[in-house]
């Protein structure tokens, strides 16, 4: 059974940027498709970005395309989430989520990690 650990969360002015990391133990990260989904205050859990376990393809929310980058370096077990120009409407906890084949939806996905805030201010 996989466990993930998200860092890199933090206060940002909008139009900055963070990159936020995903350190995968007890199995390694390249089994499973990854995913990152976030969750604003009062709202439901939204998928952000997945990249899959084979050929590394990458997916993107509408509201994050152009944006934000996901990737993998699964020498360190670790996914990334690069986002850049970043809104106050993108402000949320962001978990990163693992499964063996990538979930339509958010609450489908079988492993969590527990969460890193991000807050963009106007």
């Known amino acids: 059974q996989v466990r993930l650990v998200e860092s890199g969360g933090g206060l940002v002015q909008t139009g900055g940027s963070l990159r936020l990391s995903c350190a995968s133990s007890?199995?390694?990260?390249?089994?499973?498709?990854m995913a990152w989904i976030r969750q604003a205050p009062g709202k439901a859990r939204e998928f952000v970005a997945a990249?899959?376990?084979?050929?590394?393809?990458?997916f993107y929310a509408s509201s994050v395309k152009g944006r934000f980058t996901i990737s993998r370096e699964n020498a360190k077990n670790t996914v990334y989430l690069q986002m850049n120009s970043l809104k106050p409407e993108d402000t949320a906890v962001y978990y990163c989520?693992?499964?063996?084949?990538?979930?339509?939806?958010?609450?489908?996905?079988?492993?969590w990690g527990q969460g890193t805030q991000v807050t963009v201010s106007s």
């Open positions: 990249t899959a376990k084979i050929g590394n393809s990458t």
């Open positions: 007890g199995d390694s990260s390249s089994n499973y498709d």
């Open positions: 989520a693992a499964d063996q084949y990538a979930r339509a939806l958010p609450s489908d996905w079988a492993y």
